[in-house]
């Protein structure tokens, strides 16, 4: 986990703490994922859909679930990537070969 993220739990776990609500909300971080020769900023992204590079966030070469829907990717190889893949709180990239494979398996 990130230095900064360690010490912003640390605060957010006080204010709950120290805060007189009903309830005491559970948040849990997870890692970043990356995918190999893939752009999976926001910022890159938006500036693509916005200077017109790309269709819109649907567009097949977008990184997207909608992008990788229009390319023909079924769900059930996402959510078998997914699966695969799991969930890790240290930051991770991943082969895209990985995500082809569970594509190709369903």
């Not at 859909?49 to 649907?58: F, Q, S």
């Not at 023909?72 to 699966?83: K, L, Q, S, V």
């Not at 890790?88 to 082969?95: G, K, M, Q, W, Y």
Request: aromatic residues 8%; charged residues 30%.
């Amino acid at each position: 986990m990130h230095p900064r993220v360690r010490e912003q739990r640390a605060l957010y776990d006080w204010l709950i703490e120290h805060l007189p609500v009903p309830s005491r909300p559970r948040q849990i971080e997870f890692a970043r994922l990356s995918l190999t020769y893939t752009v999976l900023s926001k910022r890159v992204l938006l500036r693509l859909v916005n200077e017109g590079h790309v269709r819109g966030w649907d567009d097949p070469r977008m990184p997207t679930i909608s992008g990788l829907r229009r390319r023909g990717f079924p769900p059930e190889g996402i959510r078998d990537f997914a699966a695969m893949v799991g969930v890790a709180r240290t930051d991770s990239v991943i082969e895209y070969g990985q995500l082809e494979y569970a594509v190709r398996r369903c």
